[in-house]
């Protein structure tokens, strides 16, 4: 079963507006997300992260907001940038880290200039 | 963030042989996780490699298909052994650590190293 969920697998956004990317999870134990970028030939890297006691996590141009109730958090990007252009995986732990990361399916997201 | 590296960035191998994946952390690091990503599927967790001891494997992969050796905590291998056109996947190695918060260990973000291509024929 997949407990981790993006059921957009691919997302377009013109340059200069917001870009929302939706996760879904149905593990009840998951107490800590995360946001990865990935690029062709690249490993995922890290973007922003939340913990289950907050609703809410900014980071520059990056906000992930967490709704415990549905089990569902998103990634606003905004304003969007051509270099965003990329996979966008959402995962989940039930330990902060050191337990293993479930990944949601990823979403790819194209800026349009 | 720590720099993690990936010998060898891509192989093309034949069926019935093995491959060992090296994984080179820049820190030392308290936890190093492989992970696999199947053509057009997601990550998912094999195991984590421990340091003086047998890695823990996550359901559906077993220590005679990939053994992981940790002989200290930078340095980590994969070995995918007797492979099939099916074991073509990326390869990833990922790294975090610990800190202290009150009076409970935190395990900090993961970090992901570039991966390893593998193609089977």
């Known amino acids: 079963d997949q407990q981790v969920k993006q059921n957009s697998p691919s997302l377009s956004v013109q340059e200069g507006r917001i870009s929302i990317l939706n996760c879904d999870y149905t593990n009840s134990m998951f107490d800590y997300f995360l946001w990865y970028k990935k690029y062709p030939a690249e490993g995922p890297t890290f973007l922003i992260s939340?913990?289950?006691?907050?609703d809410k996590n900014e980071d520059g141009r990056f906000t992930v907001f967490l709704n415990k109730s549905a089990k569902h958090l998103s990634l606003h990007i905004v304003p969007s940038q051509p270099g965003d252009s990329a996979v966008y995986f959402c995962?989940?732990?039930?330990?902060?880290?050191?337990?293993?990361?479930?990944f949601g399916q990823g979403t790819r997201l194209t800026i349009n200039p | 963030s720590a720099v993690i590296s990936q010998k060898p960035s891509r192989d093309i191998c034949q069926r019935g042989t093995s491959l060992t994946i090296q994984c080179q952390v820049d820190s030392q690091v308290t936890m190093m996780f492989w992970y696999r990503q199947q053509p057009g599927q997601s990550l998912t967790l094999i195991a984590t490699a421990n340091q003086g001891s047998e890695a823990t494997y996550e359901s559906g992969f077993v220590i005679d298909k990939f053994p992981i050796s940790r002989p200290n905590l930078t340095f980590s291998t994969l070995t995918v052994s007797n492979m099939s056109p099916e074991d073509s996947s990326i390869y990833l190695c990922?790294?975090?650590?610990?800190?202290?918060?009150?009076?409970?260990?935190?395990?900090?973000?993961?970090?992901f190293g570039p991966g390893t291509r593998l193609t089977v024929l």
């Open positions: 990922s790294v975090s650590s610990s800190s202290w918060e009150g009076y409970s260990v935190s395990y900090n973000e993961q970090f």
């Open positions: 939340i913990s289950s006691i907050k």
């Open positions: 995962a989940a732990s039930a330990w902060r880290g050191a337990q293993k990361l479930v």
